[in-house]
């Protein structure tokens, strides 16, 4: 009974830990070099920029390394059991009874220590590089700030304020056009995180964090909120989009742009200035100057709404309009208990805001 | 039967020394208490100069040394009682004790009025800036320290006046005073960080 | 073989009622009973935290589910998290020892032994008024419920104006209480192991179980106090309108985060420790070789203890420090592993030589042995800091974190389970029941938490709620739900092994696994006074010495 059972053990263990190997292999040499992320998947092993391309290598060093010591001590530690189990006709005798060895403890403290150096090495020159970047002279400098639960994106330099959507012009072919990000927030702890580009950084309230990366390919580059900030934290997604230098330069013109008076949609305007929302929503070009929701003036150039709860199609935006807790139950935007006329006049003036 | 009968027993008069434990529980308590001190002073230390607002440490804080003498000097009258109460003598210990009663409840009048000054004449509170709040915590945190300790001696001098209190009590007043001088170097620290360090 | 000899006895109370034995059980101070009801309360809290987690489970297994709102489904991970942390780990941790230090150092009970029921009754209470927060939080506009904040509670989300409601208030309160538990019992145990031991038990001859829970006690008195503090300071912030963490006014909410992983981090090593301490004591006597270098074990949990108040930032490596911070904290994190290595090869060498029974002690201590190589070497990745720039918030530390809490703590307190067991209670639990316990479990633990490393690689964030579909995610979600379940099952067949083993398992008799510390000299359940008189010992195991006069271990030692 218990030579089969120990075999089981070996049965059992081996192959569940090779699929994991077989896994994590599969994972790190997942799927062609992307044109963003394909279907959205965000392997951070398929890194598309700087700093995640640095990040990976080390990873894959770090990996291998402990793969060699999983390999190792597992491979001891099976080799064991096996071979020292207690068989039919033991029943008589004790083992001899070994105490310890002190050559043994000094060598198999020396060896992890080695192995905890050549870390150490890895790691400090890996975080000084990604750290200590300093922003060159064709950087586009963007602030983030968190909200609960959507991203505000400002260009102080280029005097443009959006939402939710970060765009920054591709690097490679001999230009450098990497983005520096300050990261701040105004409630509460969050975290941006687009797998492809970068590792984490915190926004934290009454502090500024900075953060860097310099796309190589053009592309839109899904991300997540990576620190718990309530009710609807799932629901605070980032799109980096990477343009081509050109397209990113059209892009900016546009959104520098103050909102056009579109003569179709004056009774949506009517309507959204006579009730509240320009209590939270700014309109460049309007006396919509409120800055506790997201910034509305090009509020069509975006592909989702409501931090990527939706996407941007009539529809959504007219169910998002009429009841904003339908979408995102718990999000700081209220029902504003409008009829449907009302609602359908919003939606036709907010469609102008290309 | 069983293996224990085949245990040997406590036969040899050999030297077996091993620690008393209300010692150990002492020091462990005073252990644990100094990590919990320690997160408040750090917080102290950490905003100082943060403040966004409000008086700063240097406007408001005047040395208290009348009441920094009177806890110090307690933390000797108790080591007398103590001495006295291991001669038996037994009148003076409750003189001493006393005294070191009396000694800790003017330290916390004098903290009361200290605040009271703080709070309606020169406008700080827990909530006015970080300062008031770091203050009042640390500070609060050792005086309700000393609060428990001057309870603690309240029992055993009520007692004592009952003649409750005998010889074989030696070692449980032994670790009240180990209490009360940690309280003592707490407030050693405390000021130092508060009304030294910090101004 | 000695245990043929021993004589096989059965305490049983003569004739209580029920009545009468909950009322033994409401005034008792004797420690075996206080450990059973740490252990058993534990338990009820580990059957009510582990079906919060299938709900969660079963909530991500498709992605965009609405089986769970997002409020219920936040305050389901909060209070998994907070209630197996606190109310079954520190609970275990107190349970074990409470029953094991005084048996296994000749003691009659604990050096406190009033002081030791307190603390029981402090946990239990604080316990329950965690789950009072469901009714009793509510405040204004019904807002607040059972807390919803994370089981560290970042600041300001704990802020009045983030979490209405009293629901943090209940977290900061309960937590407290228990916490007062725990240092109540840390005092007793650290008062029992050097004050009560046994005639000739010097510190060195002290069995590793309660060397470790020495060194873990010792870590609750330093590492408990940066919680309580903390929270002290939350309090104050939420109801005496005070600034520590109000970054409004100037406060800091990363320091909130130092406070808290100052006790947080060791808090994971005072959970792991203890297990590891299961391990030590049930290897060497299924190899049938006493343990590996104990004095290096010693040290190296010693090291452990020490080294493990220095990393604690290593949860924040997202936060934004200095590099030379980072860097720091990286290098005390490895460091940490090198002891905690030592010790795997020290259990190895224990084996290595041996001749192992594969009893179901030990074969939860086996799985606990590749589990912990696993789970430290995943640690190890999230030490290197760029690496875990990208892990650190995602399912690959959720992963990591339960291949050390379940695959570690949890294996190493069923191997626990199954081995003192018949001593506590007289009889062995059964044994095809346990198989399936530790094959089921086993199986569902690594389907679960192999897999739950993925969606981190794939960018799945912690706590969340949902997730869209075209991830990458779904299907690694739905296999990770199916391996919750099996854990499940596991779990109920473990929860009937206890119950039916009680009244109908095999007598055990004194010493059933032929063990060498002294819990095994008496009887099965012991004595209420333990021992008929103070033993004296004259080695690490005495019951060696008295079953092989011709070889003593005080020969070697």
Not at chain 1, 327 to 341: E, I, R, S, Y
Request: include cysteine; charge should be positive; glycine fraction near 8%.
């Amino acid at each position: 009974m218990q030579l089969r059972l120990s075999l089981h053990r070996r049965l059992l263990r081996a192959p569940a830990l090779l699929c994991f190997c077989a896994a994590l292999i599969v994972i790190a040499g997942h799927g062609e070099p992307a044109f963003g992320n394909p279907g959205g998947i965000t392997n951070i092993f398929r890194p598309l920029s700087q700093p995640a391309q640095e990040i990976k290598e080390t990873s894959l060093l770090v990996l291998g390394i402990c793969a060699v010591i999983f390999v190792i001590v597992g491979g001891l530690l099976t080799y064991t059991l096996v071979r020292f189990r207690h068989r039919a006709g033991d029943e008589a005798s004790e083992p001899p009874q070994i105490y310890g060895s002190n050559q043994i403890e000094l060598a198999w403290t020396v060896l992890p220590i080695l192995i905890v150096f050549v870390l150490i090495l890895v790691t400090s020159r890996t975080i000084a590089d990604i750290q200590n970047r300093k922003a060159a002279p064709g950087a586009v400098h963007a602030t983030v700030v968190g909200h609960q639960w959507w991203w505000e994106i400002r260009y102080p330099e280029l005097g443009i304020v959006t939402a939710n959507e970060l765009h920054v012009p591709a690097s490679g072919g001999g230009i450098r056009r990497p983005a520096f990000l300050k990261l701040q927030s105004a409630d509460v702890a969050h975290s941006f995180w687009v797998p492809q580009l970068a590792g984490k950084t915190d926004l934290i309230p009454n502090r500024v964090n900075l953060m860097w990366f310099a796309p190589t390919e053009p592309g839109t580059y899904l991300g997540n909120c990576a620190e718990y900030c309530g009710t609807q934290h799932a629901r605070m997604l980032i799109r980096v989009v990477v343009q081509p230098p050109e397209e990113f330069e059209r892009w900016v013109a546009e959104q520098q742009r103050a909102a056009a008076e579109e003569p179709g949609a004056q009774a949506g305007r009517r309507v959204f200035f006579a009730n509240s929302c320009v209590n939270c929503h700014t309109i460049r070009g309007t006396s919509a100057q409120g800055v506790f929701g997201p910034d509305l003036t090009h509020l069509m150039s975006r592909l989702t709404l409501a931090a990527g709860a939706a996407p941007n199609t009539p529809d959504s935006l007219r169910a998002w309009v009429r009841d904003p807790q339908g979408l995102k139950v718990g999000c700081l935007m209220p029902n504003m208990q409008m009829t449907d006329g009302e609602v359908d006049q919003i939606v036709s003036y907010l469609q102008t805001l290309k | 039967m069983t293996n224990e009968a085949a245990l040997p027993r406590a036969a040899e008069a050999t030297e077996w020394k091993r620690p008393s434990r209300r010692k150990v529980a002492v020091v462990c308590l005073i252990l644990t208490e100094t990590g919990l001190f320690s997160i408040f002073v750090a917080a102290y230390l950490f905003y100082l100069g943060k403040s966004l607002t409000g008086p700063a440490p240097r406007d408001v804080l005047e040395l208290p040394v009348l009441s920094t003498a009177c806890l110090l000097s307690s933390s000797v009258t108790i080591m007398l009682a103590e001495r006295a109460f291991n001669r038996d003598r037994v009148g003076l210990f409750k003189l001493w004790w006393f005294l070191t009663i009396a000694l800790a409840a003017f330290f916390l009048g004098a903290t009361a009025l200290e605040w009271r000054t703080l709070i309606y004449q020169k406008g700080l509170t827990v909530g006015t800036n970080l300062f008031g709040t770091t203050f009042y915590s640390l500070v609060g945190l050792h005086a309700s320290h000393v609060v428990v300790g001057l309870c603690l001696l309240l029992l055993v001098f009520v007692f004592s006046l009952r003649g409750y209190v005998t010889r074989m009590h030696r070692e449980r007043i032994e670790m009240i005073s180990w209490y009360w001088h940690f309280v003592d170097a707490v407030w050693v620290v405390v000021f130092m960080v508060v009304y030294v360090v910090g101004r | 073989m000695a245990s043929r000899e021993i004589a096989i006895t059965v305490e049983r109370q003569p004739g209580l009622s029920f009545v009468e034995r909950l009322h033994g059980l409401v005034v008792t101070v004797d420690h075996k009973k206080l450990g059973l009801m740490y252990v058993g309360t534990a338990l009820c809290f580990l059957g009510v935290a582990g079906l919060m987690a299938v709900a969660i489970r079963l909530q991500l297994a498709v992605p965009n589910n609405t089986l769970l709102e997002p409020d219920v489904f936040n305050r389901f991970f909060t209070m998994h998290g907070t209630s197996m942390v606190f109310l079954v780990g520190m609970a275990l941790v107190s349970g074990f020892g409470n029953y094991l230090v005084p048996l296994m150092t000749g003691a009659r009970d604990m050096a406190f032994p009033r002081l030791n029921a307190f603390g029981y009754w402090m946990y239990l209470f604080g316990g329950l008024l965690l789950y009072f927060s469901y009714l009793g939080a509510p405040g204004l506009a019904g807002h607040g419920s059972a807390p919803d904040v994370g089981w560290f509670a970042y600041a300001p989300l704990t802020g009045r104006a983030f979490s209405r409601g009293h629901s943090t208030d209940y977290w900061i309160l309960s937590l407290l209480l228990t916490s007062v538990g725990s240092t109540v019992s840390a005092i007793n145990v650290l008062a029992t192991a050097f004050a009560l031991r046994c005639k000739g038990m010097t510190l060195m001859r002290m069995p590793l179980m309660v060397w470790l829970m020495v060194v873990t006690n010792f870590m609750i008195l330093l590492a408990l106090p940066a919680l309580s503090a903390a929270q002290i300071m939350l309090l104050i912030d939420r109801y005496l309108g005070g600034h520590f963490f109000d970054t409004q006014a100037g406060g800091s909410a990363v320091i909130w985060q130092h406070f808290f992983w100052i006790f947080g981090h060791p808090e994971v090593y005072i959970l792991i420790i203890p297990a590891f301490a299961c391990v030590s004591e049930i290897v060497p006597v299924f190899s049938r070789k006493p343990i590996f270098g104990y004095p290096v074990m010693v040290g190296a949990t010693a090291m452990i203890g020490l080294i493990s108040v220095s990393v604690w930032a290593h949860h924040m490596f997202s936060v934004g420090m200095t590099s030379v911070g980072n860097t720091f904290f990286a290098i005390s994190t490895f460091m940490v592993a090198v002891p905690t290595g030592i010790k795997i090869f020290n259990w190895l060498g224990t084996m290595y030589g041996g001749r192992i029974r594969f009893d179901l002690p030990m074969l939860f201590c086996i799985a606990f042995l590749f589990q912990f190589l696993i789970a430290g070497l995943t640690g190890m990745m999230l030490g290197v800091v760029p690496f875990n720039w990208q892990l650190t918030d995602s399912y690959f530390v959720v992963a990591h974190f339960h291949y050390t809490l379940v695959g570690g703590f949890l294996f190493g307190m069923f191997a626990g389970f199954y081995y003192w067991y018949p001593k506590a209670v007289g009889r062995l639990l059964d044994r095809r029941l346990g198989l399936w316990h530790f094959w089921l479990f086993t199986f569902g633990f690594h389907l679960t938490f192999d897999t739950m490393h993925f969606p981190g690689l794939l960018g799945m964030p912690r706590r969340v709620f949902t997730y869209d579909a075209g991830r990458g995610w779904d299907t690694l979600n739905l296999i990770t739900t199916l391996g919750a379940l099996c854990q499940a099952a596991a779990v109920l067949l473990f929860a009937i092994n206890i119950v039916r083993s009680a009244r109908k398992g095999k007598p055990a008799g004194n010493d059933p696994w032929d063990a060498w510390t002294l819990e095994w000299a008496t009887t099965s359940p012991p004595p209420e006074y333990n021992f008929e008189a103070e033993p004296v010992v004259r080695s690490r195991r005495p019951l060696w010495d008295l079953k092989h006069p011709e070889d003593p271990d005080w020969k070697y030692e």
